[in-house]
């Protein structure tokens, strides 16, 4: 539904061409609401890096999905974040569901920002995406045949976007989950290696770990003329984040959903369907 097509809420969904803003917006779409794009690119521009946007963009809005880019962890996000969300309050907006990250210090200053904001809220805080290895920084190294990260051996209970986006929708559209910080992650934990093992199963191709130092990620990062910024941040996920803190899984799905979370020997099998881990030119 069109924004400007009926009385009924309107919801902006920040990052609206991500990889859980777009299923979010999708998802509330296909059930008759109104939505507003927020992108650099949407009809009305969205840019978190440009307040001059946030006006026009959180006009009229009653509830926000708020995934900040590139990263909570990042710094500055906070100010931008109470920046934003005190700008939301002051144009009217009722509600925000926050996407954080799980284990991750910068996220949880974030996360009390939003609850002190005075808007109803509620916090999405996930483990790593699945969808990492196929819409995100690993899928061209998959294709390759060879991925290579530091701590490979820490188990990580992948989460599917999909799932995510279900359950911000509920919260989104449901008033019963305000005041309500929900922990998400898939029903088992792999390590990097096992994941790439399950990958190379599906496919049907030889596909490698292999496991580097930290200061060999950065040497190789930078030599492939990966931005600073984003070295620093993943340098900073795989070197403090991905340390086992969050190895355990949580019940967040099945508490919201009322189903178990989505596997990712599944993932890699609709996605190992679909060719997006083929080898170049095929």
Not at 126 to 153: H, K, W, Y
Not at 162 to 179: F, M, P, Q, S, Y
Request: hydrophobic share 45%; proline share 6%; net charge negative.
């Amino acid at each position: 539904m069109t924004e400007n097509s009926s009385n009924q809420p309107l919801y902006l969904v920040t990052g609206g061409t991500g990889k859980t803003g777009r299923r979010v917006a999708a998802l509330l779409g296909a059930a008759g609401a109104r939505v507003r794009i927020g992108s650099r690119t949407a009809a009305v521009p969205f840019d978190w890096d440009d307040r001059g946007t946030w006006d026009a963009a959180l006009a009229g809005v009653t509830a926000i999905y708020l995934a900040y880019q590139p990263d909570l962890a990042v710094p500055g996000a906070p100010e931008t974040v109470h920046a934003f969300v005190a700008a939301a309050r002051a144009a009217g907006v009722r509600s925000v569901v926050l996407l954080s990250g799980r284990g991750e210090p910068e996220a949880v200053e974030c996360e009390r920002i939003v609850q002190d904001s005075g808007l109803a809220w509620t916090v999405v805080r996930c483990s790593f995406f699945m969808q990492n290895f196929d819409e995100g920084a690993f899928v061209d190294d998959i294709r390759a045949g060879v991925l290579t990260l530091p701590n490979g051996d820490v188990p990580e209970p992948f989460v599917h976007a999909d799932d995510i986006a279900e359950v911000a929708a509920a919260a989104l559209t449901d008033n019963r989950h305000h005041g309500r910080c929900y922990e998400l992650t898939g029903p088992r934990a792999l390590s990097f290696a096992d994941a790439v093992g399950e990958i190379a199963a599906a496919t049907g191709r030889d596909i490698a770990f292999v496991p580097v130092s930290r200061p060999e990620f950065v040497t190789a990062l930078t030599e492939y003329e990966v931005p600073a910024d984003v070295i620093t941040l993943l340098d900073y996920l795989f070197g403090t984040v991905m340390d086992g803190r969050n190895t355990p899984t949580t019940d967040g799905v099945r508490r919201v959903l009322g189903r178990e979370p989505r596997d990712f020997a599944d993932y890699a099998k609709t996605v190992a369907a679909e060719g997006v881990w083929n080898p170049p030119g095929e």
